[in-house]
Structures are given as C-alpha cells and as structure tokens.
C-alpha cells in the first residue's frame, strides 16, 4: 500500500514535467526564429490656431487721464475810485455773455470833474505868475541899463570934481556929495541885480507847482476814465449784486468775469505713461541738447480730446497742449497737462452745441505725434518678452521681440519682426516649438487691432468736424 501510494505521487510529478519541457524548448526556438513585425506609417496631426499677418500702420500714442474743467482766463472788476453806481448795463447779469470793450458800469465822477477844473484854474493861475515874472525880467534888464548908464555918468562926474580939486579948484564937499551919489547909485543897481536874480528861482517854483497840478490833472482824468467800467475780453459773467446808487469804496470786488470762450482742462497723467508721447522725439540729439522754451513748445505740440464723463450727451471737444506742471505728485506720481478748448459763441454755430462749462469732470486722451509705418501686434501676444510665428512650412517657431511702447489692446515693435509674418495670436499651450500647425486667418481680430490702432484718429477728426460745422 506504500509502495502503490509513492509510485502515484511519481507519476503526477512526471506527467507535470513534459510540458516545461517543451515550453522551454518553444521559448528558445522562438527566441531563435523571431517572427517579422509589421510597420505602419502614424499621420502627423496639424494643430489649428488663430492666426494674423503682422502689419505695418502709423500709430498716435496716446495717454489718458482726467481733469476738471475751468475758465482759462477771469477777470474780477474792482473799484479803483470811490463814489455811487451811476448807471448799470441791462446786460450786467448773471450768466450774460458780453463782447470786449462795452461799458457795464458808471460810477458818479463828479467830484474828478470838479477836480480837474479846479486844477486848471491853478494851472492857469501859475502860468499868469509865470509870465509875469519873465516880463519883470524883461523890465528889469531894460531898468538896469538905465542905472548903468546914470551910474557911469556919475563916475565921470566925481572923476571931474576929483580932477578940479587936484588943481584947488574945487571944494571938498562937492566931491563928498558926488561920491555918495555914485556911491547910492552902485546900490542901487545891486539892489535890482539882486531882484532880478530870484527871479528864476520863483518862475522854476512856480514850474514845479504846475507840474505837480498838471500831474493831478492826469490822475483826476484817469479817475474820470475809472469811474467808467468796460469788458476787457469777450466773457461770460458771474455772480452779480449791484444797484443803482449803491456806495462803493475803493478795492471793492464789485462781480467777476470769465472768458466764456477759452476753457482749460489740467488732466493728470502717469508718469510712467508720458514717454510714449515722446517717442517720436528719440533720436533728436540736436533738439534734447539745445533744450529751449520754442523746443519745449515743439515737443509738446499735442492734440488732445475731451469729453465730459457722467452726462447723456457724447459730444467731444477738440483741444491743444497748453504747458505741463513743474513739479510731479510725490503721492500719485502724476504729471499735470493742461490742455486748452475753445467754446464758439452760439452766434458762430450753425446747430446747437453744448459749451464745455467750468467744473465739468472731464475724460482727456492726449494724442502724440504720428508714428509712421510702424510694427503693431495685439498686446496679449506678447509672452515674456517674445511671441509665437507660424514659419513658411507651416510649423510653430518663436521670436523675441523689443517693444517701443504699449497702448491697452496693441503693442508697437521697434525690433524682432518686420511685419508679414504670420503671428499666433491665442497662447498655444502646451507649445512645441517645430510642432504643425493650421493656421487659422482671424481677420476680426486683425480687424479690431486696426480699429484701436486708429482709435484716437477718428475721434479727433470726428470732433475737428464737428467743430468746423458748428463754425460759420
């Protein structure tokens, strides 16, 4: 029973055996006599992407930024002599709008009036002294000839008494008596010389005065003049509170005037922003060296376009550079431009158009000088400084690009392209450079980049025309 339950255990381990065997023996004729793999060609797959071809356009820069309205020129008349309101202008109201050079206001100037007359009955006054005085210098010199003559023939008298006592033919109080003749006669020539001779001190005093009244007969007349208050520019008038009869006294803020016309507009702009508007000034090594008051007006030669945020109506202004602050908000970093609008007088409109009005919040875009024939890509194709191309056998390649400046929706290339190529404007991710690609023509998108390219251009000239129309 052993032996029958050893030999069954054998014999399964034997009937296991045979088929290792001829599994190794397959493995190693196989490994021999390997069979031949089959190849099939894979296709390459084309990755679609949004494409444009790089274009060449004149680009204004432009910067933004917003200000607050006010009347470029105000005028507040004050009273420069004391007296009542006369008379008033029906056209001295508020909110009137008055041409240069009419008269608004009269004050009494009758007592100037008086003045004035009394200060040429005093001039008339000294100048009949003054005549006087030169005629008694006539009559005077007439007169001191007369004693010149008396006074010689009494020295030929005492000189002949002298003579005739020197012979003991005459007594001595003869020439006692002629001595004192000559003698009265030599003072009394003194006398006049003496008279005559203040008599140039006089007229020179009498001169002095009438100068002195002549000098206040000026100042009355210019009083009377002053009494008479006149536009000095075409304004629109403010505030006004007056009545006829009414005291003022000299300094006395009477209403004030603004130039209804001339309105001026300090937007604040970045700092880091306005070296856009200057790009066209990169190179000009002759005008940044000589950097003068006429060469700062000609770099600052801007345009600009205004329009007044928070109202219903959408009508623009067109306006020019007028000066740029001195100083830089330590805060902000913000540089004030003041640029200028003129407001036509409805007069000189041929349709109804709103004036730009002193307060109104303003929306500004300063338009640079024009850039031609520049590189413009839109701004989000930029990646780290470079941007994906499509290459002439339609693989994905890349560049790096050097960016002169940055406006919200494109991008200006000074270096890196040349325009014509086709640009990736959607980030390929994940991108393989080398990698097959199907581009795509997306011309809206090279559509709207042409539009935000020209942006500032259009709405200028829009506002130019609407301007010229409204001008007669």
């Known amino acids: 029973m052993a032996k029958d339950g050893s030999w069954q255990t054998w014999g399964k381990r034997l009937m296991v055996l045979p088929p290792i065997v001829l599994a190794v023996v397959v493995f ?5 006599h390997p069979p031949s793999l089959s190849k099939h060609a894979e296709e390459e797959s084309a990755r679609m992407l949004n494409t444009i071809v790089v274009p060449r356009l004149d680009v204004r820069p432009i910067v933004s930024g917003y200000g607050t309205a006010k009347y470029a020129r105000s005028w507040r008349a004050v009273a420069q002599v004391q007296g009542r309101i006369k008379k008033i202008n029906p056209d001295l109201r508020a909110g009137a709008r008055i041409r240069a050079g009419k008269v608004l206001l009269e004050i009494d100037d ?19 002294e003054i005549e006087q005085l030169e005629q008694t210098i006539l009559n005077g010199k007439k007169k001191l000839e007369l004693q010149n003559e008396t006074l010689l023939i009494l020295r030929r008298e005492f000189e002949r008494e002298e003579e005739l006592q020197a012979r003991q033919a005459g007594s001595s109080a003869s020439i006692d008596l002629k001595h004192r003749e000559l003698l009265a006669q030599s003072e009394a020539m003194q006398d006049l010389e003496n008279s ?19 000098a206040q007969k000026v100042q009355a007349l210019r009083d009377i003049e002053r009494a008479k208050i006149a536009t000095p520019f075409d304004m629109r008038v403010g505030e006004v509170q007056l009545e006829v009869g009414q005291f003022v006294s000299v300094g006395e803020a009477l209403f004030t005037g603004y130039s209804g016309a001339d309105m001026e507009v300090e937007v ?3 700092l880091q922003d306005i070296h ?30 205004i329009q007044v945020v928070g109202t219903d109506f959408t009508q623009s202004y067109p306006g020019e550079f007028l000066q740029v602050r001195e100083v830089v908000d330590a805060q902000t970093k913000m540089v004030g431009f003041v640029v200028g609008v003129t407001n036509l007088p409805p007069s000189e409109q041929k349709r109804p158009q709103p004036p730009l009005l002193e307060g109104a919040f303003c929306d500004v875009d300063v338009l640079g000088k024009i850039l031609s024939d520049q590189v413009v890509i839109p701004r989000r194709a930029i990646r780290n400084g470079s941007v994906f191309l499509v290459d002439d056998k339609n693989r994905l390649a890349k560049a790096d690009v050097d960016v002169t400046f940055t406006q919200e929706d494109y991008a200006v290339v000074g270096s890196g392209l040349e325009g014509g190529e086709t640009l990736v404007i959607a980030n390929p991710s994940p991108a393989i450079i080398g990698m097959l690609v199907e581009p795509i023509a997306a011309d809206d998108e090279l559509e709207k980049l042409t539009d935000s390219v020209h942006v500032g251009d259009k709405l200028y000239q829009q506002a130019e025309t609407e301007l010229s129309q409204t001008s007669s």
Do not use: C, H, N
């Not at 009758?110 to 009949?128: G, H, I, K, T, W």
């Not at 005559?196 to 002549?214: F, N, R």
């Not at 008051?293 to 030669?301: D, I, R, S």
């Open 28 to 32: 190693m004729w196989l490994a021999k």
């Open 196 to 214: 005559l001779a203040l008599v140039p001190s006089q007229i020179k005093a009498l001169e002095a005065a009438m100068s002195q009244s002549e």
């Open 110 to 128: 009758s007592d100037y009036v008086s003045r004035v007359s009394e200060l040429d009955a005093a001039m008339d006054q000294q100048r009949a």
């Open 268 to 270: 604040q702009l970045p």
């Open 276 to 305: 856009r508007l200057l790009v066209s000034e990169v190179g000009e090594k002759g005008l940044r060296e000589s950097l003068t008051p006429e060469t700062f007006k000609e770099m600052f030669q801007f345009e600009a376009l």
